[in-house]
Nanobody
Framework: QVELVESGGGVVHTGDSLRLSCAAS????LAWFRQSPGAEREFVAG????????AVAESVKGRFTISGDTRKHLAYLQMNNLRPEDTAVYFC?????????????????WGQGTQVTVSS
């Protein structure tokens, strides 16, 4: 009964910015993961239902920011100064608990993903 819909992906050049949106069908902790071909799914950022607390992966800290309002069932990922290594499918995920683990197996609901491609 939980639906997650991502939007905002596209093709950009190195140094450009994108903002991804995740719309959920209820109140959940929301997170962004990404996966490139041949790589493991990687945690990017999370937004907890407990006070909209946030977490950002060390690999993107300083460039990416998560924001939103879980009470409005929305999470955004602002991506600045994009690099080719950011190229991936970006997924929105949800879990019931308030913690923000980086392990993808801790999230039980997933969107279909949105493609982000950064050219050099």
């Amino acid at each position: 009964q939980v639906e997650l819909v991502e939007s905002g992906g596209g093709v950009v050049h190195t140094g450009d910015s994108l903002r991804l949106s995740c719309a959920a069908s209820g109140l959940w902790t929301l997170a962004w993961f990404r996966q490139s071909p041949g790589a493991e799914r990687e945690f990017v950022a999370g937004l907890s239902w407990r006070g909209d607390r946030t977490a950002v992966a060390e690999s993107v800290k300083g460039r990416f920011t998560i924001s939103g309002d879980t009470r409005k069932h929305l999470a955004y990922l602002q991506m600045n100064n994009l690099r080719p290594e950011d190229t991936a499918v970006y997924f929105c995920a949800a879990r019931a608990f308030s913690e923000l683990p980086e392990d993808s197996s801790q999230y039980i609901y997933w969107g279909q993903g949105t493609q982000v491609t950064v050219s050099s």
